[in-house]
């Protein structure tokens, strides 16, 4: 009787303990990759791009590029990643020309925007 107590304490932690030591998923690992890389950026970096819109690129890669983009020059570093000026116009994915007044919500109809302009 006190032996089956005792499993049954010990099954009972095992299994509190269990979701603590489950491994992370790759999107997990990418997330901390990316953002880990953003921390460590420099402010002349930074400042070319918005950390939503380097996230966003970063963990659509897995985060395996986010090492080769603090070598990257602002020449050709991707155009979705640059800052716009405020209000101009893009390009968007499916062809679609348009003019905005913030990026935020630019082509959302139009399957996202292809290139800034």
Do not use: N
């Amino acid at each position: 009787m006190r032996y089956s107590a005792i499993f049954a304490a010990a099954l009972i932690s095992a299994a509190v303990a269990l979701p603590a030591t489950a491994a992370e998923t790759a999107q997990q690992t990418a997330m901390k990759t990316c953002a880990a890389h953003w921390k460590t950026m420099s402010d002349a970096d930074k400042g070319k791009t918005k950390y939503q819109d380097y996230m966003g690129t970063c963990m659509k890669d897995g985060g395996k590029s986010a090492s080769s983009m603090s070598s990257m020059s602002s020449a050709s570093m991707s155009s979705s990643m640059k800052m716009a000026a405020p209000g101009g116009s893009a390009k968007c994915k499916d062809g679609t020309t348009v003019t905005y007044k913030k990026r935020q919500g630019t082509c959302s109809g139009h399957g996202g925007v292809a290139t800034w302009m």
